[in-house]
């Protein structure tokens, strides 16, 4: 079992920043992937990033160039930043883990994942 806490959601006014971590703890094997997700209201959960334990990443459209992921390894830990916020990015953002070993593609996709957290509010005023 794994276990993930995510910390640092909140309200933010657009254009604004924020950066969002993820602690897990639990069985944590060698090659792991770590992603963020997130669900807006009456939507369907969508991807944001994901980082692989050899620093492999991937980002979603809708964020790349606004966005960085990064991790600790030596505290299981991932971090996402995101800049020039928009009120689109409302939502609930909730941390993945798989302990499997991800191609790029599959990174993006959240059924490649075992764990959840419970998600993290994250409000963008306009």
């Known amino acids: 079992q794994v276990q993930l806490v995510e910390s640092g959601g909140g309200l933010v006014q657009a254009g604004g920043s924020l950066r969002l971590a993820c602690t897990a703890s639990g069985r944590i094997s060698r090659d792991n992937v770590m992603g963020w997700f997130r669900q807006a209201p009456g939507k369907e959960r969508e991807f944001v990033a994901a980082i692989r334990r050899d620093g492999a990443t991937v980002s979603a459209d809708s964020v790349k160039g606004r966005s960085a992921i990064s991790r600790d390894n030596a505290k299981n830990t991932v971090s996402l930043r995101m800049d020039s916020l928009e009120p689109e990015d409302t939502a609930v953002y909730y941390c993945?883990?798989?302990?499997?070993?991800?191609?790029?593609?599959?990174?993006?996709?959240?059924?490649?994942?075992?764990?959840w957290g419970e998600g993290t509010q994250v409000t963008v005023s306009s």
């Open positions: 993945a883990h798989t302990s499997r070993r991800l191609i790029i593609a599959a990174m993006a996709i959240s059924r490649s994942y075992d764990y």
